[in-house]
């Protein structure tokens, strides 16, 4: 079975500091998908980022970036220069690979409730 | 525009009747799944469809009901067995790919009084 922790469940910074969000998972399947998603209080879940587990090459997408690591089944979330804006729950999320009449369901963690403080 | 539309944003319930929650979505996505989510518990899955007239139970299927008789749309039923329905509810649509995000509406928020 799949499963997904968020260890931080609130965080609190003032605005323009940076913010390191962790997400560490579990799997037994070599080929996975990870996620994150982001809901504003507006509700939607909205799309940030995937990575599957074969490029562990971190990513960089103007203040945000991700850092996978294998070895520690890990897909950390960095937030450089936070603002107001950011003030959201994060989820992390998980997907194994296609299992022919399998699922394909996204596995979520908990959230982390980031509240960027001005 | 594409996306997700949910019905209605609130919604209130008396204790004992069934409600249903719309979900209709024009991305052709195969694959749809209703989550609930509670403050503190992350998102749990209720029942999912890869295709239509197909659906599968999720973790916490309990108390729910749901149909696909149509590509685009994916109703769930509350029924009056659920003993805990107050709850913010979310549908999802993707592909029957395991890489591809799902897409996910604006949510209902369904309140037993």
């Known amino acids: 079975a799949q499963k997904v922790t968020q260890a931080q469940t609130e965080i609190s910074v003032v605005e323009k500091e940076d913010v390191t969000l962790d997400c560490v998972y579990e799997t037994r399947d070599t080929t996975y998908y990870l996620f994150w998603y982001k809901q504003p209080p507006s509700g939607e879940l909205v799309f940030l980022i995937r990575r599957n587990s074969f490029d562990e090459q971190n990513e960089i997408s103007g203040r945000y970036s991700w850092n996978f690591q294998k070895s520690t089944s890990s897909f950390n979330f960095t937030i450089t220069a936070s603002q107001v804006v950011d003030s959201a729950v994060y989820f992390c999320?998980?997907?194994?690979?296609?299992?022919?009449?399998?699922?394909?369901?996204?596995?979520f963690g908990k959230g982390t409730k980031l509240s960027v403080i001005p | 525009d594409g996306g997700i539309t949910q019905s209605p944003k609130y919604l209130f319930r008396k204790e004992g009747q069934n409600v249903t929650l719309s979900c209709e979505q024009n991305l052709n996505h195969d694959a749809m799944y209703w989550y609930r989510q509670d403050p503190g518990q992350g998102l749990r899955l209720i029942y999912y469809s890869q295709i239509v007239n197909d659906f599968q139970k999720g973790d916490i299927a309990e108390g729910y009901s749901v149909s696909r008789e149509k590509k685009e749309s994916f109703p769930l039923t509350v029924t009056s067995a659920q003993k805990n329905p107050t709850a913010f509810y979310l549908c999802?649509?993707?592909?029957?790919?395991?890489?591809?995000?799902?897409?996910f509406g604006q949510g209902t928020r369904l309140t037993v009084v």
């Open positions: 999320a998980l997907s194994e690979a296609n299992r022919g009449a399998g699922s394909y369901q996204l596995t």
């Open positions: 999802a649509s993707k592909t029957r790919t395991g890489n591809t995000e799902a897409f």
